[in-house]
């Protein structure tokens, strides 16, 4: 296919109704976090919460998808991916607005907790979605606008959940009830090809384990760890909290700061499908994990808040081509048949980066204040980027 050709066709996918679909589920999956971030420090006092304990509104959410990861993939390959995708928006939705209307941090935590298991589906399905529809050039440009979607989600979330914060910490708390017509969106007008029969589940396991048994899976599988160890732990969790006690910003200026990084994720994400064609997947992700190095480098030395719009753009920029090429390599290397139980495989490590990244940022500031979170994540993106070189060296 021609340069011309191409631009032609990837202009007509972004007009895609099914695409279209996608991207709602992918806004809805990152709004959980995105949105709720710049209430931390406001909420922190309003129920007298430790500060080395707000990190558990993250890690509550975001442990379901460790644990139900690979049940999805197996029951959305057997049973159909609308059969998981619909019930989960719906149960989003429900347990996610009930969160503005307690006052009791472990009632929160345990609405949390619901709203998470409605999430653990949400990302790795609507990547599998992608990677049934999409095949070659359209399948990498498609990941790349989702990814760009995503991201100016996840730029707007933060700004719309700081304005909300200053009416009150409850009030961005209300916004998953959005999820439940996007569930009725999925349901009546999603038209993608559904698994036909029922597969032996005894072959069926002990083929997707073969099939699972690959280095570099493994080693994509790690990498999307780091990606969320780092977002979640250093940037989501803990840069708001920097942004609030040295540079004493209100919760919507925190919401700005924690936008620019999807800005640039969602600037270099849309342009993977060109990148793609000059550098391997396995190029860009190793790129990435030098990008968040030095973002992390900079921001304890910072003088000035404005100065912080550099780690966070480098951040974002390192995002942008990293993640999604995960993605896209992910559903180049799965077999067809178990595609939805490699990438929900993939959403429980990402899952596991999100859980673990709070606590053992969490550990790092007990240690040594906020400036060692930040030195603690250059040395995790380090051995990380050591780690995938050795599994992707074939």
């Given at each position: 296919?021609?340069t ?7 202009r ?12 709602t ?5 990152i ?11 406001r ?13 558990l ?22 049973l ?12 989003f939705?429900?347990?996610g ?32 979605l ?5 095949v070659?050039?359209?399948r ?35 916004l ?7 569930g009725?969106?999925v349901?009546f ?11 032996n ?11 699972l048994?690959n280095r570099q ?33 209100e919760p919507?200026t ?23 064609r000059?550098f ?6 190793r790129?990435?994990?030098v ?9 304890p ?7 912080l719009?550099i780690?966070?753009t480098l951040?974002?920029?390192?995002l942008?081509?990293?993640f999604?090429?995960i ?20 959403g429980?490590?990402?899952g ?10 969490g550990?790092?500031y ?6 060692s ?7 995790f ?9 050795y599994?992707?060296?074939?």
């Amino acid at each position: 296919m021609d340069t011309d050709t191409l631009r032609y066709s990837n202009r007509k996918l972004y007009k895609d109704r099914n695409l279209l679909i996608i991207f709602t589920v992918s806004l809805i999956a990152i709004l959980g976090v995105a949105s709720v971030t710049p209430t931390f420090p406001r909420l922190r006092t309003a129920l007298n919460v430790p500060v080395e304990r707000i990190g558990l509104l993250v890690t509550v959410f975001t442990f379901p998808t460790v644990i139900l990861g690979p049940i999805i993939g197996i029951l959305a390959d057997r049973l159909g991916r609308k059969k998981i995708l619909v019930p989960s928006l719906i149960l989003f939705g429900i347990a996610g607005f009930a969160c503005a209307f307690v006052r009791d941090f472990n009632l929160l935590l345990l609405l949390r907790f619901l709203q998470g298991i409605g999430a653990a589906s949400l990302l790795s399905l609507s990547v599998t979605l992608i990677g049934d529809l999409y095949v070659g050039d359209r399948r990498t440009t498609a990941m790349g606008y989702n990814a760009s979607v995503s991201s100016i989600g996840t730029a707007i979330y933060p700004t719309i959940g700081g304005a909300l914060a200053t009416m009150g910490w409850y009030f961005p708390f209300m916004l998953p009830i959005v999820a439940i017509p996007v569930g009725l969106l999925v349901l009546f007008a999603l038209k993608n090809p559904e698994p036909q029969g029922q597969r032996n589940l005894k072959v069926y396991l002990q083929n997707a384990v073969k099939a699972l048994k690959n280095r570099q899976l493994f080693g994509l599988f790690i990498a999307s760890a780091a990606n969320f160890v780092l977002l979640y732990g250093a940037y989501v969790t803990y840069l708001p909290s920097l942004i609030a006690d040295r540079f004493d910003a209100e919760p919507f200026t925190i919401g700005l700061f924690l936008s620019s990084i999807s800005v640039a994720i969602a600037f270099t994400s849309s342009q993977l499908g060109n990148l793609a064609r000059r550098f391997s997947e396995t190029i860009l992700i190793r790129a990435s994990f030098v990008f968040y190095a030095v973002a992390l480098l900079i921001v304890p030395f910072v003088p000035n808040l404005w100065f912080l719009l550099i780690p966070t753009t480098l951040f974002g920029i390192g995002l942008g081509i990293g993640f999604p090429s995960i993605q896209t390599l992910l559903a180049a290397l799965a077999p067809k048949e178990y595609l939805a139980t490699v990438i929900s495989v993939n959403g429980t490590f990402f899952g596991l980066g999100q859980t673990l990244g709070p606590l053992l940022m969490g550990i790092a500031y007990g240690i040594g204040g906020i400036n060692s979170v930040f030195f603690a994540g250059i040395g995790f993106a380090i051995a990380t980027l050591i780690v995938f070189r050795y599994c992707t060296c074939l």
